[in-house]
């Protein structure tokens, strides 16, 4: 439907119907009677498409994959505003859209991951197995750190691309949506701009939500806090927690961090977890974080994992690559960068 298509690019963009028009040089009330299917112009589709960089022939496609309210879990911070949150799913529709066009391809991993059963014990220990499940499913030894978690988690199958929602100025980390299980393939959305510790506990967290929540829908306090479980889990198991030496010291965490990337506060959050430390210890911990000035940048690099996966199966289907891709898909060049993380 032309409709909901001009109602997606106009989302993505962040404007409002007013804004729209003004871009355009036509009123609200036509916007509106055009995102509604109430009114259509040739010649005012053609000023959308000018205005928003997609190509006349995506609006007439139709229907862009379906994406209920509800199923896509975002990592954001409280103050994130509703708009960000509709410019990340606009930019994840459109993102289904194109991955499901070219996941048939004989290149496309096939989807190695599956959630758990909706009745399933999710207490702390139950998770701790789970994320051990999925650390098998990845290929990963129990005892071993995943050098790279973006690529191991591509090469299950689950796709892994940017936001249109840069980590500076949005507010979101991360969202993931699971479209037509068990058909379709599981995405996870990223923030760009983060460091890489925060990408990979966000990768973890958003694959925890796909695992955890694809049938289960506990209160979103809950579920970020399984999802959380799980990626601390998941990117260290708590047999190898129980060998880091004690008392626990943040010396000893940055150690631990060059090993795992894992970041020191989420370690710190992690040695509660598997009950290295106490809360007073916890407590003490953070406070020596913050007097330190590290809740924004710690030390010890842990390398940004840059995701491939969409973009290979891009230019596998559509015989162009990067920015050129956009002409072929009819998306702004801002959307093939985002896909492309």
Request: hydrophobic share 40%; charged share 25%; with cysteine.
């Amino acid at each position: 439907m032309i409709s909901d298509r001009v109602r997606n690019a106009r989302l993505y963009h962040g404007w409002s119907q007013t804004e729209l028009a003004q871009h355009v040089g036509t009123t609200q009330p036509k916007i509106s009677q055009m995102e509604s299917g109430d009114y259509t112009s040739s010649e005012l589709l053609d000023a959308i498409a000018s205005a928003t960089q997609y190509s006349r022939t995506w609006f007439e496609q139709g229907p862009l994959p379906d994406l209920p309210t509800g199923t896509l879990r975002f990592r954001k911070q409280a103050s994130s505003s509703v708009k960000n949150d509709e410019r990340v799913r606009a930019h994840v529709r459109q993102a289904v859209e194109v991955i499901e066009k070219f996941s048939g391809l004989p290149q496309a991993p096939k989807v190695r991951l599956a959630p758990i059963d909706p009745n399933q014990d999710c207490s702390a220990d139950a998770i701790e197995g789970i994320a051990q499940d999925v650390r098998e499913q990845l290929g990963v030894g129990p005892l071993d750190p995943i050098p790279n978690l973006v690529r191991a988690v591509e090469r299950a199958g689950v796709a892994v691309i940017g936001s249109i929602i840069d980590m500076e100025f949005g507010q979101h980390s991360g969202a993931s949506y699971w479209p037509d299980y068990p058909f379709g393939r599981p995405i996870i959305c990223i923030s760009r701009g983060m460091p890489g510790d925060r990408q990979r506990f966000t990768t973890a967290h958003e694959l925890g939500h796909l695992v955890l929540h694809q049938w289960r829908n506990p209160e979103a306090k809950i579920a970020e806090l399984e999802a959380n479980r799980f990626a601390g889990a998941l990117l260290i198991p708590r047999d190898a927690m129980m060998e880091i030496d004690t008392p626990v010291t943040l010396r000893t965490l940055a150690h631990v961090k060059a090993r795992w990337g894992i970041s020191i506060r989420a370690l710190v959050r992690r040695s509660l977890d598997v009950h290295l430390v106490d809360t007073a210890h916890r407590i003490s911990l953070e406070k020596q974080i913050s007097s330190r000035k590290w809740n924004r940048q710690e030390p010890v690099e842990v390398p940004y994992e840059q995701p491939r996966l969409v973009g290979r199966l891009i230019e596998l289907g559509s015989g162009t690559k990067g920015f050129a891709s956009s002409t072929r898909l009819g998306l702004p060049p801002l959307a093939i960068r985002d896909l492309v993380a």
